[in-house]
């Protein structure tokens, strides 16, 4: 058997997942990201990796049925979320039918994984977002299981972590529900734990308690921050130089850039995001605390989503409104990222010299700098600027 090419592969898992012979498993490829190898000498040949494989067999997809901007009622849950705090309220509904979530959280070395809950507590480490790529490990088999046995499972990740369970499973369930977001893409592994050694100087990695989209000194936005030695800092996403790599889609999956998963027939039973520029739409809400975007894909979704509201402020919205500021493509035209021209070289050197070297010789572009100056000048000095003409 031939497994999806690299350039196709998300790194899902259910191949390996599937596999009766334990013929496959995974090691990191030059890019860090988990790549899927057969042992000849156990393959059998049966094919069932090629029948899960989302990027051979893409699963069944959902039309969008409605759209809503959505915020968490309860405040303190609200701060801890990345924006409105729709997850928090579903994961909950689960729960009280005794069921359990599966969600990503940081490990103990600020690796990005998928592990499950079935308390309040347990899903707290799953709230915030973690732009990188995540690893699903043996979740599949295990949530089948409990699907067998009638437990209910919200599963929340990855669009194409959600396709490989989906294929997985090979059939539907009425006690699953699937979760996923607006995803701008995965970065490597490998260069988020490079850049996390040039922050972490004298502290261990699990002590940094790094937060992507931290609210508490600006309100919602992109502020990320983590404990140094003697306090915690905060930086724009203009100032980190991994958001800022992020943003330019420098170390993505090669699967990224060309995802299938962003247009309007939709793998999960929901999606949610941020609801960037809500600010023109509705007025009924604190921007400043986070607004989610959701879309109801399913009459699964749509019931889950009606038991949850009761801790939800709802609104009904436009979902070309939402596609406007997300990762969400409604036309029939497929779109694919620019691979950046230096990715294979920012990759060399980042192995062989780490990341400030990458980050300097790659990332410090005119656009960058442009930024940076505009997000660290106060704000009365760009009034007298602007008069002058400095824009």
């Known amino acids: 058997m031939e497994l999806a090419k690299a350039y196709d592969c998300t790194g899902c898992g259910a191949c390996e997942q599937k596999c009766p012979q334990k013929a496959i498993f995974f090691a990191d490829d030059h890019e860090g990201f988990p790549t899927p190898h057969i042992q000849k000498e156990k393959c059998i040949e049966c094919g069932l990796c090629n029948k ?6 893409m699963p069944k997809t959902n039309p969008i ?8 009622l309860d405040k303190s849950a609200l701060r801890e979320s990345t ?8 994961a909950k509904e689960i729960l009280s039918r005794g069921g359990v979530v599966y969600g990503c959280i940081w490990s103990k070395d600020c690796k990005a994984v998928v592990c499950s809950a079935d308390t309040e507590k347990g899903i707290k480490p799953m709230h915030g977002s973690k732009y990188v790529w995540s690893w699903a490990g ?3 088999p295990e949530i089948k299981n409990c699907l067998e046995r009638g437990t209910s499972v919200l599963f929340s990740g990855l669009p194409c972590q959600a396709a490989g369970l989906r294929n ?3 059939k539907e369930y009425d006690n699953l529900f699937i979760l996923s977001f607006f995803c701008g893409g995965a970065p490597s592994p490998l260069a988020f734990h490079k850049y996390l050694r040039t922050i972490a100087k004298n502290i261990p990695l699990s002590h940094l308690d790094f937060k992507f989209r931290d609210k508490t000194k600006e309100g919602v936005g992109i502020h990320i921050s983590y404990n140094t030695k003697y306090k915690r ?14 943003a330019q889609k420098t170390c993505h999956r090669l699967s990224c850039y060309h995802c299938q998963y962003r247009y309007k027939d939709r793998i999960e039973d929901i999606t949610m995001g941020d609801y960037w520029g809500i600010e023109k739409y509705h007025s009924e809400f604190d921007v400043n605390d986070g607004v989610s975007a959701v879309l109801i894909n399913s009459n ?7 038991a949850a509201s009761k801790d939800l402020k709802v609104s009904v919205t436009d979902i070309n409104n939402i596609a406007r500021g997300n990762n969400l493509t409604l036309g029939e035209t497929r779109v694919e990222f620019n691979i950046p021209e230096f990715r294979e070289e920012f990759f060399r050197t980042l192995k062989e010299y780490g990341w400030r070297t990458a980050d300097r010789k790659y990332l410090w572009d005119m656009e960058r700098t442009r930024l940076w100056v505009r997000s660290v000048i106060p704000k009365n000095i760009k009034r007298v600027l602007k008069k002058l003409g400095f824009h």
């Open 138 to 140: 043996d979740t599949f």
């Open 65 to 72: 049925k409605e759209a809503y901007a959505v915020q968490l």
């Open 52 to 57: 899960v494989c989302p990027a051979i067999n």
């Open 233 to 246: 800092k905060y930086e724009s996403y203009v100032a980190n130089s991994y958001f800022y790599s992020y």
């Open 168 to 170: 997985f499973l090979g």
């Open 83 to 90: 924006s409105g705090g729709v997850f928090s309220a579903l």
């Open 300 to 306: 699964k979704g749509q019931s889950l989503f009606k």
